[in-house]
């Protein structure tokens, strides 16, 4: 299974980007589905992820601001960022629960913000 993550760049405080992450290969079932940044010497946090249905769960930093969604017959998990502000500036990677066992990492995308 490979996750391929796009949609990265370089925005101004207050601008929007749109990430996605298509997932590719072999599996029964691609369960929960999330995004996770970090930025260096931090560890890695959860931004947002989703379920199968569509159920979302958000980090409180970006509730309000960001909305997670999946196309289930595309395999593709999305991430709008809207409103960005200069904290939000990280890597950006997405994550799939796969199988209900097995968890994949993309290869991350990287999301500036700066005036």
């Known amino acids: 299974v490979q996750l391929q993550a796009s949609g990265g760049g370089l925005v101004r405080p207050g601008n929007s980007l749109r990430l996605s992450c298509v997932a590719s290969?072999?599996?029964?079932?691609?369960?929960?589905m999330g995004w996770y940044r970090q930025t260096p010497g931090k560890q890695r946090e959860l931004v947002a992820a989703?379920?199968?249905?569509?159920?979302?769960n958000y980090a409180d930093s970006v509730k309000g601001r960001f909305t997670i969604s999946r196309d289930n017959a595309k395999n593709t998990v999305y991430l709008q960022m809207n409103n960005l502000k200069s904290e939000d500036a990280a890597v950006h990677y997405c994550?799939?629960?796969?199988?209900?066992?097995?968890?994949?990492w993309g290869q991350g995308t990287e999301v500036t913000v700066s005036s």
């Open positions: 989703v379920s199968t249905r569509g159920s979302p």
């Open positions: 994550n799939a629960l796969v199988n209900l066992r097995d968890m994949y």
């Open positions: 290969g072999t599996f029964v079932s691609l369960d929960i």
